[in-house]
C-alpha cells in the first residue's frame, strides 16, 4: 500500500467541487487519510512549485494556487501514486481521457482542478510539506 498528495485546485473549490471529487476518489478506492483547507501564501506556493520555476508559467501558476483556497489530502491506495494520475487525466483537460477529473472538473492547462505526485519519491516530500512526518509513508 501507498500514499500520495492531492491537492483540489482554486478553480475546482470556487466551483462547489470538493465533494464530488473526493467522492470519485472513494469509489476509485482511495482512502482519505488527512484533508486539509488552506488558502496557500506565495511562499508556500513557491516552495510547492519550485522544481518549476524557470518555466515562463510559473508567476501564473503561484498567482493561481493562492488566488483561493484549496484542499489538501493525503491518499492511500495499492499503487497510489500511479492509480492518481490516471484517475486525474492528462495536464490538459482538453487531452484528458473521459471520466478522468480533469477531463471532468478542469478547464485549462492552468486551471486543471488537482494536482498529483509524480513519483512515490515526490509523495512523500510532498505529503511532509503540508502534514506531519507521521503520514507520510504506511510504516512510519
Ligand atoms: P501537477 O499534478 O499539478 O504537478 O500537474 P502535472 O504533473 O500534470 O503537470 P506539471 O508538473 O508539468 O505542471 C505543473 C502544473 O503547472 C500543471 O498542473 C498546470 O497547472 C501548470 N502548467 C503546466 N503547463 C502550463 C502552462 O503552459 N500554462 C500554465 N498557466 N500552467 C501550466
Ligand atoms: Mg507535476
Redesign the pocket.
Known amino acids: 500500500v501507498e500514499r500520495t498528495l492531492s491537492i483540489i485546485k482554486p478553480d475546482a473549490v470556487e466551483k462547489n467541487r470538493t465533494g464530488a471529487i473526493l467522492a470519485h476518489l472513494e469509489e476509485a478506492g482511495f482512502k482519505i487519510l488527512a484533508l486539509r483547507r488552506t488558502h496557500l501564501t506565495r511562499a508556500e506556493a513557491e516552495g510547492f512549485?519550485a522544481v518549476?520555476k524557470a518555466r515562463p508559467?510559473f508567476g501564473?501558476?503561484v498567482e493561481f494556487m493562492t488566488r483561493s483556497p484549496v484542499v489538501i489530502a493525503v491518499l492511500e491506495r495499492e499503487d497510489a501514486v500511479n492509480a492518481y494520475r490516471k484517475v486525474?487525466g492528462a495536464?490538459d483537460p482538453a487531452k484528458a481521457d473521459a471520466g478522468t477529473l480533469r477531463k471532468l472538473f478542469g478547464s485549462s492547462?492552468?486551471e486543471?482542478a488537482v494536482?498529483?505526485s509524480?513519483s512515490l519519491e515526490n509523495a512523500k516530500i510532498e505529503i511532509s510539506y503540508y502534514f506531519p512526518g507521521s503520514l507520510v509513508s504506511p510504516t512510519a
Request: proline fraction near 0%; charged fraction near 15%.
Open positions: 512549485y518549476h508559467f501564473e501558476l486525474m495536464t492547462v492552468g486543471n494536482h498529483g509524480d
